[in-house]
Nanobody, 126 residues
Framework: QLQFVESGGGLVPPGGSLRLSCAAS????????IGWFRQAPGKDREGVSC????????NYVHSVKGRFTFSVDNAKNTVYLQMDNLEPEDTAVYYC???????????????????WGQGTQVTVSS
């Protein structure tokens, strides 16, 4: 069964950087599209970025455009979220999950067959 494991979170000051990793359990990434989501305390979970594996097209939510970068290493079956110029509003638990792929793009819709993992905590604070 496909499983992604997130890592790389931590505590950083505003303006700092982190790189989150998401490793797939199988011999391939096992998904047509992968998305990063986050959930801040008291808020709904939101999609942050997603990537269509076949076309390499990436979406970013407006609040992270220009600061976050989604990348993939197929040899390691791992995707990354490079987060720069972090803001306190980025504080949340971050998750990676397989998402719906359509027309070469991706959607912030988790595949129903996949359960949310543990995520990795990102805290931006001075």
């Amino acid at each position: 069964q496909l499983q992604f494991v997130e890592s790389g979170g931590g505590l950083v000051p505003p303006g700092g950087s982190l790189r989150l990793s998401c490793a797939a359990s199988g011999s391939t990434l096992g998904a047509s599209a992968i998305g990063w989501f986050r959930q801040a305390p008291g808020k709904d979970r939101e999609g942050v970025s997603c990537l269509n594996i076949r076309t390499s097209l990436v979406n970013y939510v407006h609040s992270v455009k220009g600061r976050f970068t989604f990348s993939v290493d197929n040899a390691k079956n791992t995707v990354y979220l490079q987060m720069d110029n972090l803001e306190p509003e980025d504080t949340a638990v971050y998750y990676c999950v397989p998402v719906v792929a359509s027309d070469g793009f991706c959607q912030y819709r988790k595949l129903r067959s996949y359960n949310w993992g543990q995520g990795t905590q990102v805290t931006v604070s001075s």
